[in-house]
């Protein structure tokens, strides 16, 4: 979650954010490593409960433990955990199905969908550049699937199940921030981050019902490493917002791609195709206008509250 500057000191923040992308890329990983054996569920339950002490430490270290535990809005957290709950549960199902830099490019197209529902839901308004943008993301988008659902595909096939988990957890992700961008007017970001471990880890055990199983010890510590490394990611990403904007740091989400390819060459022999590459290039230029659009918005903002604001 996003806080307030706390000193601006690019680097640092720079250095954090690609740091978390690359603990985020390789908790995947641990994850689709797993795939075989685990189901989702039990995935997201050890992802969950394993990140919630190193998020405990944190707050306790930082003195916001206090506002990590207070809440004035848990109907609030329950259904952003619903929500999260369900995309990370269909992210971990698609992990096992597609490569994983495809996955990964999916994924990019959250910030389309968000921009589309904050216009539904929220009443914004979309003006000509951000539905440029909008529309030149969905082109991406329907360039990466295509190969995948495109042709009379079977849902009964395996990589076009896996596109489809992919695309409804990437469309539940941008209903997630919908709902952050309310919760967020009573709750502190802590409690947030916090309260979002423990109702998945809670959840998730409703799945035991559909067949879990005792892992192997090496899946076991694949699991605990992965649910470690997803709260140390999440610390790593929230302290970066401390000591840089968002709109800065937002271009560096994208090296997730190069971790992905890396990643998934070495441990899985995949590789990227050229269609998926160019869908990603085109949802990712998209994401880039709605940046930059965001940012100039920013500026006009400040501006014009220099000019009305005595103090200012």
Not at 21 to 41: D, L, Q, R, Y
Not at 48 to 65: D, N
Request: aromatic share 10%.
């Amino acid at each position: 979650m996003p806080q307030p500057l706390s000193s601006h000191r690019p680097g640092l923040a720079i250095v954090l954010k690609i740091s978390a992308i690359g603990f985020f890329s390789v908790m995947a990983a641990m994850i689709k490593a797993t795939s075989e054996e685990i189901p989702p569920g039990e995935a997201v339950f050890f992802r969950s409960l394993f990140a919630i002490p190193v998020i405990f430490v944190w707050l306790a270290a930082r003195g916001e433990l206090r506002h990590g535990l207070s809440t004035r809005n848990p109907r609030g957290h329950f259904w952003r955990g619903v929500l999260g709950t369900s995309a990370m549960g269909m992210t971990f199902a698609g992990l096992g199905m597609l490569p994983l830099p495809e996955v990964t490019a999916l994924g990019y197209a959250a910030p389309i969908f968000t921009v589309i529902f904050a216009a539904i839901m929220l009443g914004e308004k979309i003006r000509l550049i951000r539905i440029t943008a909008v529309v030149i993301g969905l082109v991406g988008v329907v360039i990466m699937l295509w190969p995948r659902l495109g042709g009379g595909a079977d849902l009964g096939d395996t990589a076009t199940l896996g596109a489809v988990l992919i695309l409804c957890a990437t469309i539940a992700r941008a209903l997630v921030q919908i709902h952050i961008r309310q919760l967020v007017q009573t709750e502190h970001a802590a409690a947030v981050v916090f309260y979002f471990s423990v109702t998945a880890t809670v959840l998730s055990l409703v799945t035991v019902f559909f067949g879990w199983v005792l892992p192997s010890p090496q899946n076991l510590f694949l699991l605990i490493s992965a649910g470690l490394l997803g709260g140390i990611a999440q610390i790593l990403v929230t302290s970066s917002y401390r000591f840089g904007p968002a709109s800065m740091l937002a271009p560096y989400d994208y090296t997730s791609m190069l971790f992905a390819i890396l990643i998934g060459y070495v441990w899985f022999a995949e590789l990227p195709t050229l269609v998926m590459l160019a869908g990603a290039v085109l949802v990712i230029a998209s994401n880039g206008i709605v940046v930059w659009r965001e940012r100039q918005l920013g500026l006009q903002r400040t501006k014009a509250r220099a000019v009305t604001d005595p103090k200012a």
